[in-house]
């Protein structure tokens, strides 16, 4: 049988899940890449470039774009500035888009992803978390495939395949607890970024291995699986299970439970993303022996002992803007922690301190949004200024 | 919205997933019961059908039909004999037929349901041992479901709703050990029938408490695998998990496995098979709680160890009447250890022994796998008199 590659542009290509997505794309011949994007690695980018074939590549960063020039093979043409993300999508006209930039950056691509017709792979979580309600429905009317890279979010989305909506019970989230986890926030209020870095199962970003410490990665997804499987707070449960080998369950009104389950990798959920609705072996995706694993242990994760766990259920019942002034505040929250200026004791309290200060608007569109989180990082500035 | 309850014919509905059947269908409007079938408790046969207003009974005992008749309802046809399970079935002709007899008399009506047209939710595991490579292609051509009862089949086939057959890298049975596991065959040669009936996790009856000690259902378990989920064996793997919490996994090729996990009670299995492809709420499902459960411990399944599992993969590779062969070898050494005849240690050997030197037929039909049982049973018989 032959059959055309699928076309993928990838949002941040130079990044960890980015890297990971290009050597899943190597090895498979089902998928290409049209499209490639970076902040400001112009080294890494052009050499993508060149292996790769890609059609177009963009860079957010005008000087970045002048040393990447010199370098970039011909055929490959190049874009920049801050729209760079959005036209290379138009340019490209991908089958897919996995969007694994960091941060509130990925909105505005995705958004666009949708009007350009593109599946989307979500690596950027806070997309879905500023935007989920607008994103969501613009994708039901585009007719589009939305795959959570997330290893959580893919585990639900595989459990839920061949299963009703109507028939979901409960979705449960592992948390691996982080290298926190026998430790409250008051005992490890002064802990440093190395404390912070050292997560016991996944190797990630600095910015989500501070999340991962304070919890508040759970609470973006909680979030994210409000709005990527249409489910209320009392649908969404979250237990600490420290080897991260059970990524989350499916319960069902019978009483059946599906997990999904495999070694703390990242490059099975985005496999399954970029591959979907097909299943290939991928050389790289590493097999799970549970007799070598040997136990599976779960607690409960106590909203108490993980106060930013609560705010996730917060912003879910709040709705409007409040799931972008959560991402604000902790955006900003955990750089001035890594850049010293707060203890990281202090980043959740912040957070849930903004949260109940601002107003939340319920009537959103990508506006609102945008301003909102312009208005809450001067805001969490602030406290952390007067702090 | 108004529609016909599914018209559902129980065999053997006086045992134990009988009673539990009955329990499901009366919790559920969407279900009703046509046909009920024992082999000799008239008295709660009488009831039963009274109970779910069953349009006709069949018991195979001839005594037991004489004090039956006096107390049914009018209203509900009695029939009997040796074939009255399979008139049972050409005369209430129902959606679906449960098969939950014991042992291979459950053989001869399965293949009645498949020729009548009627989905099967197949709790007699002997009649897929001992003739699934009749039972599965006529289900395919008859273009009728086949719903799994045991709950490791359950669990494979639930992790395969909406994933496709040729993504399956492999599957995992789980097994408790049974009351034994920590013990070796030589050490438990003298076990008595009581300490066997001590199974750790789940409640059944005592031939299946029987082969969970030793094993053998087990053995029975993955012959099972191979005809429903036509798998080779080795795509058939088996892990020790003494929780009883996870049933069984699919791994596909991607890495990623799903698993079903519920509380060790047969409800949820028989409820999914009842009810497919619905999945209603069964106020008598026991929710799991990962939190309060704890741990998942794994280990592996040593065929060193666990001779009888060897058994099973053996059948399958040789195919053809090996089954039959295991099967009523296998029903002979545990009736002969039930009634004191043989030890424990006993059982495997002299299923061993019968099935390697019994000659295997390779072009199979009813005919001969039924005379093969016959000749299996007594050449058995003479090893344990002989013993």
């Known amino acids: 049988m032959s059959y055309s590659p699928k076309r993928i542009a990838i949002l941040g290509s130079t990044g960890s899940v980015g890297r990971q997505a290009l050597e899943i ?228 009104f019978d009483g059946s439970v599906l997990a999904q389950l495999s070694r703390p990798a990242m490059t099975t959920p985005i496999a399954i993303a970029l591959s979907y609705p097909q299943r290939p072996a991928h050389p790289s995706a590493p097999l799970l022996d549970l007799a070598e694993t040997g136990a599976l242990h779960f607690e409960e994760a106590d909203t108490q002992r993980y106060p930013a766990l609560e705010l996730g259920y917060e912003v879910v019942r709040r709705g409007g803007t409040a799931g972008a002034i959560l991402n604000a505040a902790n955006e900003t929250a955990v750089e001035a922690f890594m850049s010293g200026r707060i203890e990281f004791g202090q980043i959740v309290g912040i957070v849930e301190k903004v949260l109940t200060e601002t107003p939340i608007k319920t009537e959103i569109d990508l506006e609102t949004i945008l301003a909102t989180d312009n208005e809450v990082r001067q805001r969490t500035e602030e406290i952390v200024i007067g702090n």
Chains 1, 2 share one sequence.
């Open 25 to 252: 794309i190597a090895a498979d011949e089902s998928l290409s890449v049209v499209g490639l994007s970076a902040g400001a690695n112009w080294k890494l980018l052009a050499e993508q470039a060149k292996t790769f074939d890609a059609d177009a590549v963009a860079i957010a960063d005008p000087e970045a774009a002048k040393e990447l020039i010199s370098i970039l093979s011909e055929g490959t043409d190049l874009l920049t500035g801050p729209e760079s993300m959005n036209d290379l999508i138009w340019q490209v006209e991908p089958d897919m888009v996995l969007t694994a930039v960091v941060g509130s950056a990925g909105l505005g691509p995705t958004l666009t992803a949708i009007k350009c017709g593109a599946d989307l792979a979500i690596a950027n979580k806070e997309s879905l978390v500023m935007a989920g309600a607008i994103i969501m429905p613009a994708a039901r009317k585009a007719g589009i495939n939305v795959l959570p890279v997330d290893s959580e979010h893919s585990a639900i989305f595989q459990c839920l395949i061949g299963h009703e909506h109507k028939d979901v019970h409960r979705v449960t989230l592992t948390a691996s607890g982080g290298p926190f986890r026998n430790k409250t926030l008051d005992q490890v209020e002064h802990a440093s970024l190395d404390d912070v870095l050292k997560h016991p199962t996944w190797k990630m970003g600095r910015k989500i291995s501070v999340d991962s410490a304070t919890m508040m990665n759970k609470a973006l997804e909680i979030i994210e699986t409000h709005h990527l499987f249409d489910l209320p707070t009392h649908r969404i449960e979250v237990v600490i299970h420290p080897e991260s080998i059970v990524h989350a369950c499916v319960e069902f």
